[in-house]
């Protein structure tokens, strides 16, 4: 399906220059979506009590609505204005961007999805905030060929490897996906964009609240509050430059 819709995106004019300024198409993270829906009637089909069938329709709910915001983002976007920050000091003056939206919009589903799964108030703030900042994991490194996927193969992994019960099926309804993609990305054939990097992320932040202990979700945000501020401040392509291992990983296989 991957040259199918490239060619799709490239004769709609849904090209964007990377960071070498080549003119790639962008919005590639399009071909996640239907092997997700035809993996997940795989899934279903062997799913056969009704709370197993809700995990499965919440994930792909998630998902779905993230790509839908993400593709916004990349067909009609405006980049004058970036990073969390930037977006919601633009809200409160009046402006609303796509990157606003993306983010309101993300905050609004995770609160949704919390809301279905949640046991109190303490665990629907805590899961809520988990979704919408994993959502927005990816964009923070989906800056240079390959390396949010990269970073996302690493912690998916150990999502999987690390969860119970039917919650450790749903990783497969999008991993395989990705693995077929991947290459694309790294040598700079495609961009996933946001519609790519929303779906991978809020992957993750549906997996960690469904599979996973309070305090191992408490852990998880900490690490997510921390980097998306380091990611305000500093530069994360710079920090990855100065270090010789993350470099080197950053770098493999373009």
Not at 48 to 76: Q, R
Request: charged fraction near 15%.
């Amino acid at each position: 399906m991957i040259p199918l819709f490239k060619n799709l995106l490239v004769e709609s004019n849904c090209i964007r220059p990377n960071y070498k300024g080549e003119m790639i198409p962008v919005s590639m993270g399009i071909v996640f979506l239907p092997m997700i829906i035809i993996n997940g009637i795989i899934v279903a089909f062997f799913t056969v009590d009704f709370v197993s069938i809700a995990c499965l329709f919440i994930f792909i709910f998630g998902i779905m609505a993230m790509f839908f915001a993400g593709i916004i983002d990349d067909t009609i976007g405006n980049r004058d204005v970036s990073g969390l920050k930037g977006h919601f000091k633009s809200l409160f003056k009046g402006k609303l961007t796509t990157g606003g939206f993306k983010a309101l919009f993300g905050g609004f589903v995770g609160l949704i999805i919390s809301v279905c799964i949640s046991k109190n108030i303490a665990d629907i703030i805590v899961n809520t905030l988990v979704i919408a900042l994993s959502t927005n994991l990816m964009n923070l490194f989906d800056l240079r060929p390959g390396r949010a996927i990269k970073v996302y193969l690493v912690i998916m992994i150990a999502i999987f490897f690390t969860l119970t019960g039917y919650v450790q099926i749903l990783p497969l309804l999008i991993l395989p996906n990705v693995l077929a993609y991947f290459n694309y990305d790294l040598k700079a054939k495609a961009m996933m964009g946001d519609t790519g990097s929303n779906v991978l992320g809020i992957s993750i932040g549906i997996l960690m609240v469904m599979g996973y202990t309070f305090k191992v979700r408490v852990s998880w945000l900490v690490f997510l509050v921390l980097i998306h501020i380091l990611t305000e401040k500093f530069s994360l392509t710079k920090i990855i430059e100065k270090n010789k291992v993350l470099n080197f990983i950053d770098k493999l296989g373009r």
